[in-house]
């Protein structure tokens, strides 16, 4: 069965790897599953056949016979469940899923909150004071999340989903600077996005964007 992804027709950030398709690809690339993607306008996002499949008007969503999924998170553990490759069979399988969720649930909220506050809310009155505020919550998670890593490679021994989603929650930060604030999580993104995989999947989204 192919399996169908959907993707921006022309994403915000040109294709630099940062609209969340990248972590579906990512996944899929590293389990050596092939797959077509359907790009959608703003508009085909609002309408019924999409809402259809993503409630929210969002992407990405995937497809595969009678499987149809919404969420990164939801995706990306679905693959990794069905296809070998990014999760472990041994008793850290579990512990490698909890960094999914933490990726998703404790380290990007306020990753995305600077992000709205810098580009949506810059212009109002209060920007000048939420901002400092908002980039201080990111370093308290981060220098947790610093502490945690060390000087290992990944977070819970080889490889897994949940390096593959905390490495492209904290791919975010990039503009900002303050991943280079913590050496050592600056270079475990870096090893993420040297893997073959996510080069790969780099690659098409960019060509996608960039004809």
């Known amino acids: 069965m192919t399996i169908t992804i959907t993707a921006f027709e022309k994403s915000p950030d040109g294709g630099k790897g940062l609209a969340r398709d990248t972590r579906v690809r990512w996944a899929l690339e590293e389990v050596g599953q092939p797959y077509q993607v359907r790009y959608l306008s703003f508009q085909a996002m609002k309408e019924p056949a999409h809402l ?54 404790t380290i990007e909220p306020p990753i995305l909150e600077l992000v709205t506050a810098k580009i949506f809310e810059g212009d109002k009155p209060w920007a000048n004071e939420r901002i400092p505020l908002v980039a201080e919550r990111i370093r308290n998670r981060l220098t947790q999340l610093s502490n945690y890593l060390g000087d290992n490679e990944w977070l819970q021994g080889a490889f897994s989903a949940g390096d593959l989603m905390m490495v492209s929650v904290l791919l975010r930060l990039r503009p900002s600077a303050i991943l280079n604030e913590f050496p050592n999580l600056a270079a475990y993104v870096a090893r993420g996005e040297a893997r073959p995989a996510y080069q790969r999947a780099f690659a098409a989204q960019y060509a996608a964007n960039n004809p």
């Not at 939801?74 to 850290?92: E, K, R």
């Open 52 to 105: 259809a499949l993503q409630p929210f008007g969002q992407i990405p969503t995937y497809e595969e016979g009678d499987i149809a999924l919404f969420e990164t998170g939801a995706i990306v553990l679905h693959i990794a469940q069905t296809y070998a490759g990014l999760l472990p069979n041994d008793n850290t399988r579990a512990r490698s899923i909890s960094w999914m969720f933490a990726a998703v649930n």
